[in-house]
Structure formats: structure tokens, C-alpha cells
């Protein structure tokens, strides 16, 4: 579900449509304030963009979502995991995975060919949000999250909604070191020799850790193919960042 306002684009998930609480949504680069390669709705405050340009085009981005706060990851393409509570929300460690049963309070994480994918557990009332790059995959971010939150809120897998953003699919998922940089059980998934499909990949650790296949949701758009609508830093080494948020909305 693709929608729009004050020319800001994003998409929507068709698994949460029916939860309207959950307010959500993946930015495409347009809208934004941004200039040269940035342009133009870059959320990333790390590249070198102009600051105001920035904190306009966050700004933009939090009112598409309707809440009054919003909490970036600090990623590292690593496989750390956060609860937000309401005490520790305004000092976020490092992490690619938040999660939280805050109200009125987002999440987000930003990305450019990496996945971004939106965990949201109805049962509990809880979300979360993950940055996955070839290194999160690697070492399982989507399983390690889904142990915490089991851990910390009592997430059950086979409950769990997750949906995928658009990233670099098969066509342009290359890596030549494979063998050195990805882990054995990756190498069946070649579509042609060196490129793979990480879609396929995430889904099947999804689902070998619980999460029902009918409540998975992968975009299936590639960033990289998708250049004019989405970041691809495959495609240009010096550009902006996407965005993925959710929230609990009271």
C-alpha cells in the first residue's frame, strides 16, 4: 500500500492495515529537504548532509507517523537488541533491534539495501523494529530478536507480524568473499553464482524461528533496481538513508 502527504511518499504493510494503532510506514527519498546526493528525504544525520536538512526531513517523517517522540537505533550492523521502556528511552546504547510496549513513542531505524523489518506482537502489545544488513543476517538478528522479546515481554514467535522492506534483492545481492562472509547455510540460496536472495533467506530464518509464514511480508521491492524511489548505496557509494518507524498509538 503506497501513500503520500505534503509529497513525503511511503509504503504500508497490508498485514498491520487491520491494527490502526500501529502507525507505520517505509520512506521512499522523496519530499524531503535534502540536496546532491542526499536528495531528498535523507534520515540519516550520519553522512554528512546538512543538519537542518535533516532534522526537517525527521520532522517531516514524525508527522506522517502522529506521534510526539521518536527513537532512532544506533546501528553498527551488529546483532545487539534494546527494550525502550519509558525510564531508558532517551539514552538508546548501541543497537540494530529495538523493541518496545511504549505507548505514543516510535521506533526507527534507517538503511539504504539493507532490510528494515517491522515486528509487531498483537497478543502483547509490543514492537519492534530491525536493521539488517549482510552482517545481521549473517548472525541471525531476526532470531536474536525475537529471543528477546520472548525473554523480555513474553513474545510468542507463532504470534509474531513481520514485515520486510523494500532492500537489495537477488539481482544484486552480490558477494564474491561469500564463503569467507556468509555462513554455509546461506549458499543454497545463489539465484546465480555470488548473488543471493537474502528475501528468501529472512523468511526462512523467520520461520525456523517460530514465525508463522502467513505472517511474514517482504516488499519484494529492490532498492538497488528502485534507485529513483529508495536509497541504494550498492548503486551509489555516496548517498542518503530510508527510514523505517513504527509506534503504538494511543
Same mark, same amino acid.
Do not use: C
Given at each position: 500500500m503506497e501513500s503520500s502527504k505534503e509529497k513525503v511518499e511511503?509504503?504500508?504493510?497490508?498485514?498491520?492495515?487491520? *491494527?490502526t494503532h500501529v502507525s507505520h510506514a517505509v520512506f521512499s527519498r522523496h519530499g524531503g529537504l535534502s540536496k546532491g546526493p542526499f536528495a531528498s528525504l535523507n534520515l540519516s544525520d550520519q553522512l554528512g548532509d546538512d543538519p537542518n536538512a535533516v532534522k526537517a526531513n525527521r520532522e517531516l517523517m514524525q508527522k506522517v507517523?502522529?506521534?510526539?517522540?521518536?527513537?532512532?537505533?544506533?546501528?553498527?550492523?551488529?546483532?545487539?537488541?534494546?527494550?525502550?521502556?519509558?525510564?531508558?528511552?532517551?539514552?538508546?546504547p548501541a543497537a540494530d533491534a529495538l523493541y518496545t510496549?511504549?505507548?505514543d513513542l516510535a521506533l526507527v531505524v534507517t538503511h539504504a539495501d539493507c532490510q528494515a523489518a517491522i515486528f509487531y506482537d498483537p497478543v502483547h502489545e509490543a514492537i519492534g523494529v530491525v536493521h539488517a544488513?549482510?552482517?545481521g543476517s549473517a548472525a541471525n538478528i531476526y532470531a536474536r530478536t525475537i529471543e528477546a522479546m520472548h525473554r523480555d515481554i513474553g513474545t510468542q514467535a507463532q504470534n509474531l507480524i513481520v514485515c520486510i522492506s523494500p532492500s537489495l534483492g537477488p539481482d544484486h545481492a552480490? *558477494? @564474491?568473499?561469500?564463503?569467507?562472509?556468509?555462513?554455509? %547455510?546461506?549458499?543454497?540460496?545463489? @539465484?546465480?553464482?555470488?548473488y543471493f536472495d537474502f528475501w528468501a533467506i529472512s523468511e526462512a530464518q523467520l520461520t525456523e524461528a517460530g514465525v508463522l509464514a502467513k505472517n511474514i511480508?517482504? %516488499?519484494g521491492i529492490c532498492t538497488h533496481c528502485a534507485s529513483d524511489d529508495y536509497f541504494s548505496y550498492r548503486r551509489v557509494k555516496q548517498t542518503g538513508r530510508n527510514a523505517t518507524a513504527v509506534a503504538l498509538k494511543s
Open positions: 511511503w509504503i504500508e504493510f497490508s498485514l498491520l492495515e487491520p *491494527y507517523i502522529g506521534v510526539p517522540q521518536m527513537r532512532y537505533a544506533q546501528q553498527t550492523h551488529g546483532v545487539n537488541t534494546h527494550r525502550v521502556t519509558a525510564k531508558n528511552h532517551d539514552k538508546i510496549t511504549e505507548r544488513g549482510w552482517r552480490e *558477494y @564474491k568473499n561469500y564463503k569467507q562472509e556468509l555462513p554455509e %547455510s546461506f549458499w543454497s540460496y545463489q @539465484k546465480k553464482p555470488n511480508e517482504i %516488499s
